[in-house]
């Protein structure tokens, strides 16, 4: 049976991990991220939860700790924020290179300088390029079911899965969502078993210099150099996606919720105009989705995007195909270009016949507050004058909520 709870954010994220039975759970305390491993050190210390608990000197060395964890076959958990998510960036590339399968919440925030403590996605995004599955939670159901999912994930692919969700707005509010119970999830998820958990009695040789050529092995079979790996890497990434869905749909089995694992679609089956968004920013823009069809009689949809690595390219196209236009509001950026997710987009509608208008909305960086009235005037003034915009006009960035 499940039961029902009102929570913050950061304990649903703690008690879904518990769920799990992560063995070893390694932090270092970082705004807004601190009180999910709080939460887990106090469970752990109760005897509620059987781990050991791991308190570190940096982020750095939390995620050292998972990457020796997991290379002994123990399935392991931290969690962080915006400089502390960066601190971690060369031991992100090496648990992902080594193919260490691994959970990780990022409670997304600014990352200084300057200093912030609110939040927006840039801390995630600007490691979009690590090699780590990226998943978007939009509340605090889907933070559950999107970690007790990303274990398994991360443990049938060997590649380690980074599950995002806003800071504040989910981290700290409180929210109705249900747990279910432990022996279910035993059932959905079996103890982690690792073929290369270092052992005495079964020595290996793990990540040693690579060579740029393929080479024999001791055995004399030939093994990938360093390209080889990489491109493993990323066609076995690309495939996840597909394992993703099957998992998810396990899930729906068994506890009767999921079905929309990659994007999540709200009234876009008939919709001319779409908005592509991420986290809690796609639930917001449901009210402004039903106010623009009630009101204004503009067929309006919002496509949450759940991952956003591996780029779920050819889903979002064949979504859009009928779209007049597309605007993608996101709280990233790439500075130079224009908004990551934008870009992403944009790409990935290149090789198809329909091309809708692209517009990019910039929105809520360092925490600047997202109104509601801001979105519907912004998005009901480019439903309707975009097709009068010039094509780099439309490419522009525009930002929401600038107060220069």
């Not at 912030?116 to 995004?125: C, E, K, L, M």
């Not at 692919?157 to 504040?168: E, F, K, L, R, T």
């Not at 990434?237 to 679609?265: C, S």
């Not at 195909?321 to 509608?349: F, I, M, T």
Request: proline share 6%; net charge negative.
């Amino acid at each position: 049976m499940s039961s029902a709870i009102i929570e913050s954010g950061n304990v649903a994220a703690a008690l879904a991990v518990q769920l799990a039975r992560a063995e070893v759970i390694a932090a270092y305390p970082i705004t807004p991220q601190t009180p999910v491993t709080e939460k887990l050190s106090a469970l752990i210390k109760s005897g509620e939860m059987d781990a050991e608990y791991v308190a570190v000197e940096s982020e750095h060395s939390a995620l050292g700790v998972c990457i020796g964890s997991a290379s002994c076959g123990v399935r392991p958990f931290t969690a962080t924020s915006a400089n502390g998510l960066l601190y971690m960036s060369e031991q992100l590339h090496w648990a992902a290179g080594a193919r260490l399968p691994m959970v990780m919440c990022v409670v997304n925030r600014g990352v200084g300088a300057p200093w912030s403590v609110w939040n927006d996605h840039q801390d995630a995004i600007s490691q979009r390029d690590t090699g780590w599955i990226q998943l978007f939670a939009k509340d605090h159901q889907e933070i559950v079911d999107m970690t007790l999912k990303a274990f398994r994930l991360a443990e049938l692919v060997h590649i380690p899965v980074m599950v995002n969700y806003d800071g504040y707005y989910l981290s700290h509010t409180y929210m109705p969502f249900e747990l279910p119970a432990a022996e279910q999830v035993d059932s959905f998820l079996p103890p982690f078993e690792y073929k290369h958990a270092l052992r005495p009695e079964q020595p290996e040789s793990l990540n040693t210099v690579t060579l740029p050529d393929a080479r024999l092995d001791i055995n004399g079979e030939k093994r990938g150099g360093y390209m080889d790996l990489r491109h493993n890497l990323h066609h076995e990434m690309g495939m996840a996606i597909e394992v993703w869905q099957e998992i998810d749909q396990d899930f729906q089995n068994r506890f009767g919720r999921g079905g929309h694992p990659v994007v999540d679609p709200y009234r876009c089956a008939d919709a001319e105009f779409v908005v592509i968004a991420m986290g809690t920013l796609a639930n917001q823009f449901r009210d402004v989705i039903d106010r623009l069809r009630e009101q204004d009689g503009l067929r309006a949809g919002v496509l949450s995007l759940q991952v956003y690595r591996p780029f779920p390219g050819k889903r979002i196209a064949e979504q859009l195909q009928s779209a007049k236009n597309v605007l993608v509001y996101e709280k990233g950026l790439s500075y130079g270009c224009q908004g990551a997710l934008y870009g992403d987009v944009k790409s990935a509608l290149y090789p198809y016949p329909a091309r809708p208008l692209l517009h990019n909305f910039i929105v809520g960086l360092g925490g600047r507050e997202i109104p509601t009235e801001s979105l519907y005037q912004s998005m009901k003034t480019a439903c309707r004058e975009g097709a009068s915009m010039s094509p780099a006009q439309r490419d522009l960035p525009q930002w929401i909520g600038l107060q220069l």
